[in-house]
């Protein structure tokens, strides 16, 4: 087993996934990032984004390595590999799905208490977090009384409150509204940036994609090659650098 290079937080190499079905999710996919990169994986829908977050992220038992920090994270136990995700990773799914019988502070607080942190010292990062991404105002309503814009908004302040080592983060701004999209996928990298925290974003919108580092494509459950362009605009710019991906 050869280690992954240093600068790499994530490594994955050969990654395999089968579903039960024999549909093939990913078929030999490797790639490293680095410590505070924002990383895009781009491709058309069915290309094997999800199953790759989901095989990174430890959800999907593929073949092949995934390391994290120089550490194995394909020979950890199960158990080993739940605490991994519940101490140093977050995860932004493209449906919110939140705990209807919590309040929306509650539920942005869950993963500081499940790691540790009493509940007042939860309540003051959530509801922090909560005003970062213009939903504070609703911290003591319940999900059911928001729209699903409002708890996407809710899902992405609890993925970032613990400041997690790594994000996960699927399609996170698709069930917002166009006018909404910017600014929550702004305040996402922006925090991302500030904490120093690594982000893997799926994505199928070049757009989105421009604000990451880089990018990776993929198409059929393969990468395929990316191509670096310069910045598209000062805001580009200052947010990350844009590239674009050619299939080969
Ligand atoms: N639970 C499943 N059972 C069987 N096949 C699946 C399952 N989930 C995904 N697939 C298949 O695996 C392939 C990759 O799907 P995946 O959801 O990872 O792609 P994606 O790029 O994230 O697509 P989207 O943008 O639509 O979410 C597709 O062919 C898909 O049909």
């Known amino acids: 087993m050869v280690a992954p290079p240093d600068n790499d937080v994530l490594w994955a190499r050969s990654l395999q996934y089968r579903y039960d079905d024999g549909s093939p999710g990913l078929s030999g ?21 999800t199953t790759l977050l989901r095989c990174l992220a430890g959800l999907l038992p593929a073949a092949g390595e ?11 136990s ?5 605490r991994l995700r519940r101490d140093r990773f977050g995860w932004v799914d ?25 509940r007042g010292r939860a309540r003051t990062v959530a509801l922090e977090w909560l005003e970062r991404l213009d939903i504070g105002e609703r911290a003591r309503s ?4 928001l729209t699903h814009a409002e708890r996407q908004r809710v899902c992405i302040a609890r993925a970032l409150a613990p400041a997690p080592s790594l994000l996960f983060a699927d399609e996170p701004t698709a069930p917002l509204h166009r006018a909404d ?16 925290i690594t982000v893997v974003l799926a994505t199928h919108d070049p757009q989105t994609a421009a604000l990451a580092d880089r990018t990776v494509s993929l198409l059929d459950g393969r ?15 200052t947010e990350g650098r844009a590239t674009c991906s050619l299939s080969v």
Not at 68 to 74: A, K, Q, T
Not at 223 to 237: D, G, Q
């Open 29 to 49: 996919v490797s790639l490293g990032v680095r410590e505070s990169e924002i990383l895009a994986v781009g491709g058309p829908r069915g290309s094997g984004k």
């Open 66 to 76: 995934v390391w994290f920090n120089s550490v194995p994270v394909h020979t950890m």
């Open 78 to 82: 199960p158990v080993a590999r739940e």
């Open 94 to 118: 493209p449906e919110p799905v939140l705990v209807p019988e919590l309040t929306v502070w509650e539920n942005a607080a869950l993963p500081l208490m499940l790691r540790g942190a009493g």
């Open 142 to 145: 319940h999900p059911a009384e």
């Open 181 to 196: 999209r910017a600014h929550v996928l702004r305040t996402l990298i922006t925090a991302a940036r500030s904490h120093g």
């Open 223 to 237: 990468r395929v090659r990316t191509v670096h362009l310069p910045p598209v605009s000062a805001t580009a710019e």
